[in-house]
Each structure stands twice: as C-alpha cells, then as structure tokens.
C-alpha cells in the first residue's frame, strides 16, 4: 500500500554538472539548494542581491546582473531610513550605516555576478509570491520595504499576464547572450501566511499559472516541482520547521534528493560523493589538533583534494587547501 502522493518528478529533462555555470535567485528555497550545490563545489553564484520574493523584483535584479550597470551616489533607488542606508532592490543584509559603505558592497557584488552572468547556462528562479509592494512616491516595485511605514507602499496581486511578459523579456535577454540558456523555475513551498491562508493559495496559484505559460513558450524553459513535493507528496507538519511555515532539515534533505534524481547523471553524483567525502574531512574536529596523527590526516585530504582537482579542473578546492597548508606549517 501507498501512503503517499508521490510526486511525479521530471527525470532527464536537463542535465547539471560540475562544469554548469549557474545563477539562482529568489526566495529563500533558492539558498537552500543553492548552498547544496555550492558545498558540492557546483560553479553558482546565489541571490547577489540578497533573497527575493515577487517576479518583478526578481526579473529586474536579472535585468540589472545582465546589464551590470552600477548603483551610483544620486541613485533613487538609494535612501535612508533610521540611520541606515538601503537599497530598494536589496535584501536588508547590505544596509549600512554609511551610504559610500553600502555602494561599495552593492556594486562590488554586482560586478561578481555580472561576470558570472556572462557565461552562465543555467538560472535557477525560485518564486516566493505574487504580491508586491510598490512606492507611491514613483510606484517602482521593491524588493524589500526595509521596514518604512506601510502607508508608503501600495500593495498588490501581480497579473499572470505581466509576470509573464516580465519574465519573458528576461528570457529574451539572456538568451541574447547565450543562446543555449536554460532556465529552471521553482515555486517556493513556503507559505506566506501573513498574507492571510486564501491570499496565500491565490499567490502560489498565480505564480504556478505564469510559470505554465512561461514553459508553454519557451522550450528554454523547466519546471522542478518542489511546491508539489512539500504541499502534496510530504504534506504533514513534522516536515516543517518550528514557524509551520518553513521547510525543516529533513524536507529540505529529501527535495534535494529529488533534485538530483532529475539533474544528475551517475558520473556527477560519484563526484559529488567524492566531495563530500573531502567535506565531511574537513568539519572533523581533532582532539589534539598539534597530533601527528591530525596532520597526516590533514595532509591525506590535501593529497584528495589535489588528485579530485586534477581530474575536474573546474574543481576549487584553493581556499580549502590554503587552510590546511597553514595548519600544516604550524
């Protein structure tokens, strides 16, 4: 007997190896897989603007990685709030209390992505909402409201039509630059409650909708279930965090492991063994740390790292072998 819905996943429609170059943005689900892949010494380059939750915020980010035009001093979209200073296309983890601190870190991350959009093939987008919040003041949409007074904001449903349409123009973009882009869509499985229950299921359901039409137009582009693994096949309160809203530890584990029975061929989940086999080294803890049992054990781990990045070049292993070599001068 079945006591599950399983969830039917779609195996083989792309493929990710180590040597995929890809952007993830959008909700915090997409840092969640992203950090599985970055541990997994996958080449990502994750939310640069910090975590994004609408499609207009998140298209404009990837218009704006696209162009890497910089945030200068007179920018609008540049303010401050209580002593702080925040960008209105930033999460709240680059604010700053100095406006030159703020630009410097903004656009410093910018350029980052800006080269990495160059020779990406791969953007992962996780969608978190179809509300959005945009200034009376000019009426742009942010992606985040940094806390200022709820009266400034206008708050409402996106369109299915518009979000396609936003979307699509950065389709359009990117493939400008690589024609053999792909793009993976996700709808986050977290619930925005504060939006009230039904509001909630009328945003994942306008968010589900777009993405559709988005797959129907474009061959360019998939969809990975992962609102459908956690709502339907896992469904049960045990599989969330302590706020019933989150995914915990062990939904996320097993939506990874979906993930890889779609994306990964055998060759890539033997190297991604491989590294986490050199990863699980690497967080062991030594009871004597000055031992020469410890050091060679460290020097064994610089020898795999050595020979794993010799037989995948696109490997990094440089800062994890810098650690152990200082370690090992001692």
């Given at each position: 007997?079945?006591?599950?819905?399983?969830?039917?996943?779609?195996?083989?429609?792309?493929?990710?190896?180590?040597?995929?170059?890809?952007?993830?943005?959008?909700?915090?689900?997409?840092?969640?897989?992203?950090?599985?892949?970055?541990?997994?010494?996958?080449?990502?380059?994750?939310?640069?603007f910090?975590?994004?939750?609408?499609?207009?915020?998140?298209?404009?980010?990837l218009?704006?990685?696209?162009?890497?035009?910089?945030?200068?001093?007179?920018?609008?979209?540049?303010?401050?709030?209580?002593?702080?200073?925040?960008?209105?296309?930033?999460?709240?983890?680059?604010?700053?209390?100095?406006?030159?601190?703020l630009?410097?870190?903004?656009?410093?991350?910018?350029r980052?992505?800006?080269?990495?959009?160059?020779?990406?093939?791969?953007?992962?987008?996780t969608?978190?909402?179809?509300?959005?919040?945009?200034?009376?003041?000019?009426?742009?949409?942010?992606g985040n409201?940094?806390?200022?007074?709820?009266?400034?904001?206008?708050?409402?449903?996106?369109?299915?039509?518009?979000?396609?349409a936003?979307?699509?123009?950065?389709?359009?973009?990117?493939?400008?630059?690589?024609?053999?882009?792909?793009?993976?869509?996700?709808?986050?499985?977290?619930?925005?409650?504060?939006?009230?229950?039904h509001?909630?299921?009328?945003?994942?359901?306008?968010?589900l909708l777009?993405?559709?039409e988005?797959?129907?137009?474009?061959?360019?582009?998939?969809?990975?279930?992962?609102?459908?693994?956690?709502?339907?096949?896992?469904?049960?309160?045990?599989?969330?965090?302590?706020?019933?809203?989150?995914?915990?530890?062990?939904?996320?584990?097993?939506?990874?492991?979906?993930?890889?029975?779609?994306?990964?061929?055998?060759?890539?989940?033997?190297?991604?063994?491989?590294?986490?086999?050199?990863?699980?080294?690497?967080?062991?803890?030594?009871?004597?740390?000055?031992?020469?049992?410890?050091?060679?054990?460290?020097?064994?781990?610089?020898?795999?790292?050595?020979?794993?990045?010799?037989r995948?070049?696109?490997?990094?292993?440089?800062?994890?072998?810098?650690?152990?070599?200082?370690?090992?001068?001692?």
């Amino acid at each position: 007997m079945q006591f599950t819905t399983k969830t039917e996943l779609p195996i083989g429609e792309l493929h990710i190896t180590h040597e995929s170059n890809m952007i993830l943005i959008g909700s915090c689900f997409a840092g969640n897989i992203g950090s599985k892949l970055s541990e997994r010494k996958f080449r990502i380059d994750a939310n640069p603007f910090g975590v994004q939750y609408n499609p207009m915020s998140i298209a404009s980010v990837l218009k704006r990685i696209a162009s890497g035009e910089p945030f200068g001093e007179c920018s609008e979209e540049i303010f401050e709030h209580n002593g702080q200073w925040h960008s209105i296309m930033h999460h709240s983890d680059f604010s700053d209390s100095s406006k030159g601190e703020l630009l410097v870190k903004i656009n410093s991350r910018l350029r980052q992505a800006h080269d990495a959009a160059k020779g990406c093939d791969l953007v992962i987008v996780t969608l978190g909402t179809a509300y959005a919040y945009s200034r009376k003041s000019d009426g742009r949409i942010v992606g985040n409201c940094h806390k200022l007074p709820a009266r400034e904001f206008n708050r409402r449903l996106l369109g299915i039509d518009e979000i396609v349409a936003e979307l699509g123009n950065v389709i359009e973009m990117y493939r400008r630059v690589n024609r053999n882009v792909k793009f993976l869509f996700t709808i986050s499985p977290i619930r925005h409650l504060r939006d009230g229950a039904h509001d909630n299921q009328k945003s994942k359901s306008t968010l589900l909708l777009a993405v559709d039409e988005l797959i129907t137009r474009y061959s360019c582009c998939h969809y990975f279930p992962a609102y459908e693994i956690v709502l339907d096949e896992l469904r049960d309160y045990r599989f969330y965090a302590d706020d019933m809203l989150h995914p915990s530890a062990v939904a996320v584990k097993y939506i990874w492991e979906c993930f890889d029975k779609c994306y990964f061929s055998d060759a890539t989940r033997e190297l991604n063994s491989n590294v986490e086999e050199i990863t699980r080294g690497l967080e062991h803890r030594p009871f004597d740390a000055e031992s020469d049992g410890y050091r060679r054990f460290i020097g064994t781990l610089v020898d795999k790292m050595n020979n794993l990045t010799k037989r995948h070049p696109g490997l990094d292993f440089g800062k994890e072998i810098r650690e152990c070599n200082t370690l090992l001068k001692r």
